[in-house]
T-cell receptor, first 117, second 111 residues
Framework: KAGVTQTPRYLIKTRGQQVTLSCSPISGHRSVSWYQQTPGQGLQFLFEYFSETQRNKGNFPGRFSGRQFSNSRSEMNVSTLELGDSALYLC????????????????FGPGTRLTVL | KNEVEQSPQNLTAQEGEFITINCSYSVGISALHWLQQHPGGGIVSLFMLSSGKKKHGRLIATINIQEKHSSLHITASHPRDSAVYICAVRARAYNTDKLIFGTGTRLQVFP
């Protein structure tokens, strides 16, 4: 079974530009979460999608947005890039049976390393 | 104060040593993850646990829900164990997979 894939793996942009990152979850997984990792702040939760709906959002400005498609693939977009947006962006998927008692292991993708110049 | 605290931040060991990394959290959780990240690499989930103890090869993870504490043990450490180990908790809330992360423990094992 293929793991979580993310594209592109590396990206260089300049300040003010926008960027779209893509995540394909493990087949059958319906929940996709996005995280940002920086040397200063560590790993931080961006947002979480389940069945095409944003279920949870972290404390990031509105320049960060995302969506999920009917095949569970997800994209995140960052507009008006700032230098501080340089980071490793990680996507994780889980099976999530949608019940209160389910605690779902998350499987992480390799990440997209974004550099903003 | 962070909701998830790890100690130590950095750890150096000689090959063969027994290693313990600790994680304390202040929120109610439904599950706790131990993750491994190699330099420049992605993240691998080592364990997900909500009670008791789990073992996989040379790795052992324990959790004490009452004390809000978890430990990751590596027996007979090896240089290939050198990585950052991250504790992450899933808050006890309905309908969310959101993880809250510790700052990580950087482990270096020398031959």
């Amino acid at each position: 079974k293929a793991g979580v894939t993310q594209t592109p793996r590396y990206l260089i942009k300049t300040r003010g530009q926008q960027v779209t990152l893509s995540c394909s979850p493990i087949s059958g997984h319906r929940s996709v979460s996005w995280y940002q990792q920086t040397p200063g702040q560590g790993l931080q939760f961006l947002f979480e999608y389940f069945s095409e709906t944003q279920r949870n959002k972290g404390n990031f400005p509105g320049r960060f947005s995302g969506r999920q498609f009917s095949n569970s693939r997800s994209e995140m977009n960052v507009s008006t890039l700032e230098l501080g947006d340089s980071a490793l962006y990680l996507c994780a998927s889980s099976l999530d049976r949608g019940t209160l008692s389910s605690y779902n292991e998350q499987f992480f993708g390799p990440g997209t390393r974004l550099t903003v110049l | 104060k962070n909701e998830v605290e790890q100690s130590p931040q950095n750890l150096t060991a000689q090959e063969g040593e027994f290693i313990t990394i600790n994680c304390s959290y202040s929120v109610g959780i439904s599950a706790l993850h131990w993750l491994q990240q190699h330099p420049g690499g992605g993240i691998v989930s080592l364990f997900m646990l909500s009670s008791g103890k789990k073992k996989h090869g040379r790795l052992i993870a324990t959790i004490n829900i009452q004390e809000k504490h978890s430990s990751l043990h590596i027996t007979a450490s090896h240089p290939r164990d050198s990585a950052v180990y991250i504790c992450a908790v899933r808050a006890r809330a309905y309908n969310t997979d959101k993880l809250i992360f510790g700052t990580g423990t950087r482990l270096q094992v020398f031959p």
